[in-house]
């Protein structure tokens, strides 16, 4: 695959990243290198890393505990602890091997570590391929809100390597399924056809399918990096969707959903709030629902959950004067953002998505 030229840095595919780190990764460049891995990463993907991995400058790893209740300031502060005790300085540079809390959490490290320093992102699982590790977006949570912390950083790189996919669990290759699913209902009609039936993908299939989803998310992005237009587009499915997340994340009663999983949810929600808005008719709407609902399955909500996940809904990042904003379908391939709607809508949303 032709490597892909983002804003300010280069995508990188399967063999060139090792080819890329060794010409790069030069001791007159840099002082040491920090390999920052998830206890998961540390152990499916770090030993094949370091085997590909040729570099004369010292390295070092730092590794922290693997989950969503870890993506925190805490983390954050061991880790520039670590950073220092370990003699890190401005010629440092950081690589995140792992999924999209490494990725989000090291960018936001790197990004403040001595008002900044290098970081190169090698994302582990499909979510952090075709969406975490590209665009420049760094943060941790508050609690249980999500990426309310944050920078838009971008990388000196951003390396895939497909192999990683094969130490991944069913239910974490579909949650980043959903984000894939994400850039064809918002900007290519073609590329959400593919998705409506998987049954005959191969490895090589699914090589062209990341490299496209990564061509569309990095056409937003690089039209607008700090998200003032049309990067809202991305934001389609994320408003519900991490109100779910983080409703989910923070209660002991529930079992916490993947980013994906949530964001299926917040798909089928927003769209419905787009048909209601006319923007998409009957039959799309149907469709939708129907493709992700067959992949995802369906996540039960009660009358307290729904209530309490709208209250969320003022927290999300994405406000402007405390309305809630979303980016809805217009049409399957189109998007309007800036998009307003009252709770009773929403909560109509959530009834047809029960029912």
């Known amino acids: 695959m032709q490597i892909i030229n983002a804003n300010g840095y280069t995508v990188y595919f399967n063999d060139a990243i090792y080819t890329f780190l060794s010409e790069t990764l030069r001791p007159e460049v840099y002082s040491k290198v920090f390999v920052l891995a998830d206890s998961k990463t540390s152990v499916y993907c770090l030993p094949d890393f370091l085997a590909n991995l040729a570099t004369e400058v010292p390295l070092e790893i730092i590794e922290f505990e693997a989950g969503e209740h870890f993506k925190n300031i805490e983390t954050c502060f061991e880790i520039w602890s670590a950073l220092t005790e370990l003699g890190g300085d401005r010629k440092s540079i950081i690589i995140n091997l792992g999924g999209g809390v490494v990725t989000d959490l090291g960018g936001f490290v790197a990004s403040t570590y001595k008002r900044g320093i290098e970081y190169i992102n090698v994302p582990t699982t499909l979510l952090a391929m075709v969406d975490a590790s590209i665009g420049g977006k760094n943060g941790v949570d508050l609690g249980s809100l999500k990426n309310q912390i944050g920078t838009i950083t971008t990388p000196k790189a951003v390396l895939i390597d497909t192999n990683f996919l094969t130490t991944l669990p069913a239910n974490e290759m579909r949650s980043g399924l959903a984000e894939m699913l994400k850039h064809g209902l918002i900007q290519n009609k073609e590329y959400w056809n593919k998705f409506k039936n998987l049954s005959g993908l191969n490895t090589d299939d699914l090589d062209v399918l990341i490299y496209e989803s990564i061509q569309i998310k990095n056409?937003?992005?690089?039209?607008?990096?700090?998200?003032?237009?049309?990067?809202?587009?991305?934001?389609?499915?994320?408003?519900?969707?991490?109100?779910?997340?983080?409703?989910?994340?923070?209660?002991?009663?529930?079992?916490?959903?993947?980013h994906g999983e949530a964001i299926a949810v917040g798909m089928v929600l927003e769209s419905f709030l787009s048909l209601k808005k006319d923007l998409i008719t009957a039959e799309e709407y149907f469709e939708i629902k129907t493709v992700i609902l067959d992949m995802f399955g369906k996540v039960e909500f009660s009358q307290n959950d729904i209530e309490a996940i709208i209250v969320l809904l003022i927290h999300d990042k994405k406000n402007e004067f405390g309305k809630v904003q979303f980016a809805l379908l217009d049409g399957i391939g189109n998007v309007k953002i800036n998009q307003f709607t009252t709770n009773e809508l929403i909560s109509s949303a959530f009834e047809d998505y029960r029912n």
Do not use: C, M
């Open 219 to 258: 056409n937003i992005v690089s039209q607008d990096p700090t998200e003032n237009g049309i990067r809202k587009a991305l934001n389609f499915g994320h408003t519900l969707g991490h109100a779910i997340e983080s409703y989910f994340l923070d209660n002991n009663e529930k079992t916490p959903l993947l």
